[in-house]
């Protein structure tokens, strides 16, 4: 996987901050936009929006997803995620950010101080569940 570039990442980082403005929650206040840097460098973004029924919320880092896969693409660089405190993704974000590709730069950003993060899908989400764990039927 290429290293992001600084611009890259700023450019990520101010998607993900933008795209926070547009979260819908009403109900925890906790607002959360997520950006995903495709390999032509095409940026997607998402943000969360709530339910009152919360089960039936959707997280900011699975709407860029599902944004990008309604847009045909399959893999992706990067998603920079920005939020009070900078948090990473939750466990369901980061089970459907495995299905494609461990390899993803995962960048979180505090909107309050500016600061951020880098890691790995891997790093947040070790032996993730997939497809080789699933049985396979001749």
Same mark, same amino acid.
């Not at 997520?34 to 840097?37: K, Q």
């Not at 660089?77 to 920005?82: D, F, G």
């Not at 951020?116 to 890691?119: A, T, V």
């Given at each position: 996987?290429?290293?992001l570039k600084p611009k890259e990442i700023e450019r990520l980082i101010v998607s993900a901050t933008t795209a926070r403005d547009q979260a819908y929650a009403p109900h925890s206040h906790f607002y959360v936009g997520?950006? @995903? @840097?495709m390999h032509d460098d095409e940026i997607i973004i998402g943000c969360n929006v709530e339910n009152a029924s919360y089960s039936m919320c959707l997280c900011a880092e699975r709407v860029a997803a599902a944004s990008a896969i309604a847009a045909g693409y399959r893999s992706w660089?990067? /998603?920079? /995620?920005?939020s009070v405190g900078g948090v990473p993704p939750c466990g369901a974000c980061r089970q459907f950010l495995s299905e494609f590709g461990m390899d993803l730069h995962v960048? $979180? $950003?505090d909107v309050l101080d500016g600061s !951020?993060?880098?890691?790995k899908l891997t790093q947040l989400f070790p032996?993730? !569940?997939?497809g080789s764990n699933l049985?396979?039927?001749a």
């Open positions: 996987m290429v290293e997520a950006a @995903l @840097l660089r990067a /998603i920079a /995620i920005a960048i $979180t $950003t !951020f993060k880098k890691r032996d993730a !569940f997939d049985p396979h039927h």
